[in-house]
């Protein structure tokens, strides 16, 4: 069924793909990421920032390298089923969906609670089953009208996001203590990579993204400008954003767990300030929200056109041609998922997972490569062919290897769900 992404409308250019993978990128991590930086390594934080960017930047050559050499819809896992075969792809495609729906779970329940503090009535298990919903069935709305509304979106509630982060910096710079930013000492290398494996998490949501590539205009020059644009944008900001807290609060920023940002925005600007980050905050929750409900869903599309799922979820909207019942499938699995009272309890799949997932995909840029894959046009050349794959791949495993056993039992533990879908998806094609 790979002939139903020709129904589809290639409308993402360059602009509304930056937008988004900004969007998915900058989520709420970046709120509170700056205090644990500071507690692993103190004034020599931006080292942490230097690694994590230096690996997305090996990372985003590969993804560059594969989305302008595959242009199917569902991203990392069409990459991937490209390169290996549908039943590792498959597996990969159920990791992938497990970690976004989790997450995006997770960050509409955050939400929801945040919508409760000025909103009183949404603090009740109905109200919150009420704004969740609400939420979900205007997205899905946007959506299921066509690719345009929801980019556009998209693009809307990322400059809105960027607002309170621009103003805190940029007010900020003013006040910063010189002394606050001298480092005492030069942390060691195991330091640093348990501090990265933490902080990875703010650069993740490139694979959300990249879902919609059958939507995308010119894959092989749009993918690529726009993952370096991005990853040049997030990286700027991310490392101002942490230098001008860490000069305003010192060694006192550590303290700031819950809201370090918030914290720092107050010194400046007094509680006008602080009440701008945390209402940044909630905005920046919607907009993931708003981002995963746009590219998601294209991976429920993806599973159906090539039979892993059930086909009707391939089907494309007559009037709207967008994948409309992936939407409204993806949406209320969310919803019920979020509206769930236990599942604020359940631990969402973490960077393991995601670097994981991440490291087969650097792999399929490899194969994709070896064999030549062509898709979409001429494919974008890697500087240094082959050896970004695999510096990229050396790099995820050494921070693999700073991970806690706990983080990978829960990896494991993912891993075996996806690997029991595929059983059954065998079993029942026997």
Not at 99 to 120: H, I, K, N, Q, T
Not at 250 to 268: F, K, N, Q, W
Not at 315 to 322: A, D
Not at 406 to 418: D, K
Request: a positive charge; proline letters at 5%; charged letters at 10%.
């Amino acid at each position: 069924m790979r002939n139903a992404d020709a129904s589809l409308v290639r409308a993402i250019g360059v602009r509304r793909l930056t937008a988004s993978i900004v969007n998915t990128t900058i989520g709420a991590g970046i709120f509170v990421l700056p205090a644990t930086v500071a507690a692993g390594l103190g004034p020599a934080a931006p080292l942490a920032y230097l690694v994590c960017a230096v690996l997305m930047a090996l990372i985003v050559l590969c993804f560059a390298s594969a989305g302008s050499r595959v242009s199917l819809t569902g991203g990392l896992y069409a990459y991937i089923e490209v390169a290996f075969g549908p039943s590792v792809g498959f597996v990969c495609g159920v990791l992938y969906w497990l970690m976004a729906l989790f997450a995006v779970a997770s960050v509409a329940s955050a939400f929801a609670a945040s919508v409760g503090v000025l909103w009183p009535a949404a603090e009740t298990t109905a109200g919150r089953a009420v704004v969740l919903l609400a939420l979900f069935a205007v997205l899905a709305f946007i959506n299921v009208r066509g690719v345009n509304p929801g980019a556009g979106l998209v693009e809307i509630v990322t400059a809105a996001k960027l607002v309170p982060l621009l103003v805190l910096v940029g007010a900020g710079l003013w006040f910063v203590h010189p002394d606050y930013l001298k480092w005492t000492s030069v942390p060691p290398i195991s330091q640093v990579g348990r501090t990265a494996m933490v902080l990875i998490y703010a650069f993740f949501g490139v694979e959300i993204a990249l879902a919609p590539s059958g939507e995308i205009r010119d894959p092989a020059k749009t993918i690529p400008r726009a993952l370096f644009l991005a990853l040049a944008l997030t990286t700027a900001l991310y490392w101002a954003i942490q230098t001008v807290a860490q000069g305003l609060l010192g060694p006192s920023m550590a303290g700031y767990s819950a809201a370090p940002l918030a914290e720092a925005a107050a010194r400046v600007l007094g509680q006008s300030g602080r009440l701008l980050v945390l209402g940044g905050a909630t905005v920046s929750m919607f907009g993931y929200v708003s981002g995963d409900m746009l590219c998601t869903p294209r991976a429920l599309f993806a599973f159906g056109r090539d039979g892993v799922l059930p086909a009707v979820l391939a089907r494309v909207h007559p009037r709207f041609l967008t994948p409309h019942v992936a939407i409204v499938t993806h949406a209320a699995v969310v919803a019920a998922l979020a509206t769930s009272s236990s599942f604020t309890q359940l631990v969402v799949v973490g960077n393991v997972a995601g670097l994981s997932l991440y490291l087969m995909s650097v792999a399929a840029s490899y194969e994709l490569q070896r064999r030549n894959v062509r898709m979409g046009g001429v494919p974008f050349e890697v500087p240094g062919g082959p050896g970004v794959p695999i510096l990229a791949g050396a790099v995820i495993l050494w921070l693999l290897s700073q991970a806690t056993r706990r983080e990978f039992a829960v990896e494991a533990a993912v891993l075996l769900l996806a690997g029991g879908f595929a059983v059954l998806r065998r079993k029942s094609r026997m």
